[in-house]
């Protein structure tokens, strides 16, 4: 049974910083696909950012030059550092493990707000 602990998130300032973190119940062995994905209220869950176990990485347009993903594959873990929050960032972001079948974590919230 796999699961999926989220951690980091919290409610910020609008420019502010979070790194949000995401670690796996079981070793993978093999290519996976891992990331976050983000859903805020009234709209439909959207991609943030994606990264392979071999580096290959997917950002929103929404994101790219403010978030950066990155993984360890030891554990396995992927992490979100977000930069230059800003109130459209709010959202629930949940954490994603595509092994074939999906996995999904619980949500954390990540609320930015003046």
């Known amino acids: 049974h796999v699961q999926l602990v989220e951690s980091g998130g919290v409610l910020l300032q609008p420019w502010g910083s979070l790194r949000l973190s995401c670690s796996a119940s079981?070793?993978?062995?093999?290519?996976?696909?891992m990331g976050w994905y983000r859903q805020a209220p009234g709209k439909q869950r959207e991609l943030v950012a994606t990264?392979?176990?071999?580096?290959?990485?997917n950002y929103a347009d929404s994101v790219k030059g403010r978030f950066t993903i990155s993984r360890d594959n030891a554990k396995p873990t992927v992490y979100l550092q977000m930069n230059s929050l800003k109130p459209e960032d709010t959202a629930v972001y949940y954490c994603?493990?595509?092994?074939?079948?999906?996995?999904w974590g619980q949500g954390t919230q990540v609320t930015v707000s003046a």
């Open positions: 994603y493990l595509n092994l074939g079948p999906a996995y």
């Open positions: 079981i070793r993978i062995f093999g290519i996976y696909r």
């Open positions: 990264i392979t176990s071999d580096g290959n990485t």
